[in-house]
C-alpha cells in the first residue's frame, strides 16, 4: 500500500482511447465547418478539451472521499445553481439553460448538475450498505433523483434531465434490486408513456413538434421531421465505405442539422461509411468496457459507484445520440461525447473522467 | 474516516460483467441500424441525397422578335431580373421585411398580401415581389446578400414592345399560362410559362417561344445555388418578320391615335397586311411584366373594347360601300339592263313605305356609273327591289363578306350577310322583302368588318382574284379563290369608283395627283333616321367608311378605314387617312424607283439596300 497516488497509476490506456476519440470529434468538427461561415469550430473544440484534460487532471488530484464527504453541501449548490438558472439564467433556443460567465462564455450548468449527481448518488448507495434494496430506499433514490431532473425539465431540457437517470438506475441495479421492485418500475415506466403522451400540451412547442415528427416523419419534410431524414440520408448514402473526408453531400451542403454538434456521428457516417461508424463505436464500446474494468478493480463500492455514474452517463450519451442519428428515437439535443462541438458538454466528460482517473489512482492508496 | 464509508462490502463483480455483456449488446444493435441504412438501403439514401444536392434551373428562353417587311422591330425581348423572397424561415423573413421595404420602395400591405396569397403554397417555394426589378433594386439586393438572404434574383425574359400601341391589336400581349393550357400542353408548359395569349403573339407562340434550357446546380440545404455542373442552352425563340410596312402604319396609327376605328392597308396582289389598326387599343407592355388585377377588369369591362380587334372583329353595317357588291350583282347576274336607269326624287316608295335618299333634293335620272360616284341610295333600294335578297347573298359572300377572310390572326369574326334561309332558321318567319331595301344600302342586318370590306374592292378591282390576307411575310403559297368577273363588269365598276373621287363624287376631296386613286365612300346609319331626329344629335351618331386604292384596276395598294362615333360623312371622317396612306405608299414606291434608278446608272453591281433577314414560316402548309 502507497502512501499517495503516482502517476503510473493513471489510466494511460483510458487516456488513450479518450484521445483518438476526441481527434476523430475534432477532424469531423473541421470536415463539417472548414467550408462555411463557422470555419475554424476545430480550434476552439480543441481548446475546450484542452481545459477539459486540465479540469480532469485536477479533479483527479482530490481524494474522491473528500468530495463524497461534501456531497450534501455540492447537491445543495447544485439545486440553488439550477434554481438560479431558471431565475436569472438567459433563453437560448427556447430554453433557459445557460449562465453568462463573463467573456461571453456560458455555461449549461445542468452540466455540472451530472456531476454532482454522481457524487451524490455513489454515497447514497454506500451508506445504505445492504445488498437488497428496500422499498425505501429506492422512495429516497426517486427523491434524489427526481428533484434535480424536475429542475432540468422545467428550463426545459428532456435530453439531460433523462441522462440523470440511468445513473439512479445503474446504480440500484449494481446496489442489488430485487426483481420484484425492477418489474414494478418497468411497469410504471410503460404506464407513464401514455400519460406523457397525454401530457404533451404541457410541452414547449419544439418539444409537441419533435415528438409529432419522430411519429410521422415525412410528413413535414421541412421541419424536425426534415432533421430526421436528412440525417438518415446522411447516414444511408455514406455506404459501406463513406464518401471521403470532406467529401458528404449532405454534411457539406448543410442538408445534416447541426452537423457540428448533435449530428456529427451523421457527418462522420456520411464521409466515413459504414466502416468508419465501426471504428468510433468500438472505440465507445472500448471506453466503456474500460470503465467497468475501472469500476472492478476499486478500491471501495464507493469508488466503484462513482465510476459506474459516470459510465452510465457516458453509455447513455452514445446510446441515445447513435440510435437518434438513425432515427431510433425523436431528436433529444443529447451530443455524443468527446466528439461533439460544445464547451460544457466536452469539459463535463473530462471532468467526470477525472473522477474516475481520481478512483483509480487511489485504489492502493489507504 | 467518515460514517458513511464502508470498506468491508465486496465489489459486486458480477452485476459489473452483465454490465459489460448488456453494453456490447446495445452496440451491436446500433451497428445493426448502422449496416441496415448504409448497406442494406443505401442506393435508396444514396439517390435521395443525389435529389437534395442537385436542383434544375431552367433557362428562359427568350422570345422570337417581330420585324415589319423591311427589318425593322416591332417587338423584341430583353432579359430583365425579377426578386424573389424566400419564405423557408420565417422569423428571419418576419426581421427582413422592413429593410426590404424601404430598399426595393414596396408597401409593406403589398408584400403581406403577396406572402398572404402564397400562404398555402410549399414553404420553398418563394414569392415574387418585384417582377421587373430596377438597376437600383438589383444593386441593393446584390449589396445585401450577406444581411437579408431572403432576397434572391431570378433572370426571366420579357417582351418589350417600343412602339406601344402602335399595332397592339394585332400583335396581341403574352401573359403566364393558364391552367387549361398547362393540362394540355402534356407537360409542354411549366406554371409560370408565358405565352402569347393573343394576336400574333399567339397565332405564331409555336415559332415564338423557343425553347427554355436547363441548368444542373449544385444547391445548399436553403437551396441556394453553389456551383454549376452543366447547362443546356435555351434555344431562343425565332423571329417572324410581318407584312407590315412601319411607315404605312405610323401614317394610319398617327391618325387615328384619338380616333375610334379600324384601318386595314392590303397589298391587292398579294393580300399581304400593310398596315392595320384598332383604336382604342391597349399598351401590350401593361401585360409583359404582370398586369395588374384591377388594370385588367378595367381593360375587358371599357365600355370602348380596347381588347377587341376592330379590323377583324369589329362587325359593323358597311353602309353604301355595299353598293359596290350591288353594282356587281346588277351586272354579273344581268338581272337587269346594263343602261339601266332611275330618276331620283330623293326618296321613294317600297311595299307601302318611303325610303329616303340621302341627298333629299334627289339626284334626278341616274344611271350605273352616276349612282356609284354620287352614292344614290334609290338607284341601289331599286336595283335591290329587282335583285331579291338572294341573289344578292350569293354575290355578297363570293365577295368575301360574311365569312371569315382567313387572316392568319386567331378569333376572326365572320360578320353577316342575311339570306332567306337565314331568317328561317334563325327567327324562323319569311324574309320580309322591304329588308331587302335596307341591305341594298348596307344597312339593316348585314355586317361585315373592315378586313373583308378591305379584300371585297381588291377583289373586284382585281377582277375576281380572292385574297387571303396575311401578316406572315414568308407564309409560303398562300391559296386565292376566284370569284369570276366580267370584264365589263370590272371596268365599269372600278370607273364608278375612280368617279367617286375624281369626277366630283362623294370622295372628291381626296383627289391625289398623278394617282389612279379610286374607292368608295359609306355613312351607316347607327340607327334609323325617325329614332336618331327623335334622340337629337347623339342619335345620328353614324360609322363613317371609306375604301379607297390605286391604281384603277388591278390595285397595288387597297385601305379600308372606318371612324365609328362621328356624326359626319364616311368620305370625310375616313376618306384622309386612306388618303394619306395611298399617298404614302407611292412617295415610298417612287423613291424607291429613283434610287434604284440612280444605282442602276451609277454603279454597274446591283444594289443591295438591305440586309438579308432571316425569317421562318417557309414550310408551313
Redesign the interface.
Known sequence: MKERPSAHDFDWILLAIVGVISGLGVLEVYSSTHASGMAGMHWKQMMWIGIGLAGMFLISRINYHTLLDQAPFLYMLGLATLLAVLLIGHSRFGAKRWVELGGGVNLQVSELMKLIIIIVLARYFTEVDTDRLTLQDLAKIAILTGIPVGLILIQPDLGTAMVLVPVAVVGAALAGIEWKHAAVGLLLVALMVPVGWNMRHHLKPYQQQRITTFLHPEENRRGAGYQILQSEIAVGSGGFWGKGFGKGSQNQLGFVPVRYSDFILAALAEEQGFIGVCVVLLLYLGLILRLVDNAQKAKDRAGMYVVMGVTSILGFHVLVNASMVIGYVPVTGIPLPLMSYGGSATAFVFMSLGLVMNVRMRRFVN | M?S????D?K???G??VL??YV??G??VL??V???????I??G???D???R??IRYIPIIAPRGAMLDREGRVLVDSYPSFSILLLR?DPKLLEKSLPPIEEGLGVSNDDLRQQLDAAKNEP??QPVVIKPAASEADIAFVESHRADLPVLELMMVQRRRYPHGEMLASSIGYVGEVSAQQLEQSDGHYRPGDIVGKAGLERQYNDQLEGADGMRRV?????GRA?RTLGDVEAIPGKPIQLTIDYDLQAVADSYMADREGAVVALDGRTGEVLAIVSRPTFDPNDFAVRIPVSEWQKLNTDPRTPLLNRAIQGQLAPGSVFKIVMATAMLESKALPENFSVYCPGHALFYGRTFHCWRPQGHGSVDLHKAIVDSCDVFFYTIGQRLGIDRIHYYATGLGLGRRTGIDLPSEESGLIPSEEWVERVFHHKWYAGETISVAIGQGAVVVTPVQLARMIATVAGGGKLLKPYLLKNLAKVSADHFPLSEDTVEQVTQGMYGVINEGGTGSSLRLENIEFSGKSGTAQLMSYEVGNRMGKKGRETNGWFVGYAPRRNPEIVVAAVIQGSSEHGGTTAGPVVRDIVKAYYEKKNAHLQRQATAKNDSPRAPVVRPLIATVGAGRP
Open positions: 467518515a458513511w464509508s464502508v470498506d462490502q465489489i459486486p463483480q452485476r459489473l454490465f459489460s453494453s456490447v446495445l452496440i446500433l451497428l441500424g448502422f449496416w441496415k441504412l448504409q448497406v438501403q443505401s435508396h439514401f444514396a435521395l441525397a443525389e437534395n444536392r423557408d414553404k420553398f449544385v444547391v445548399n440545404s436553403v453553389m
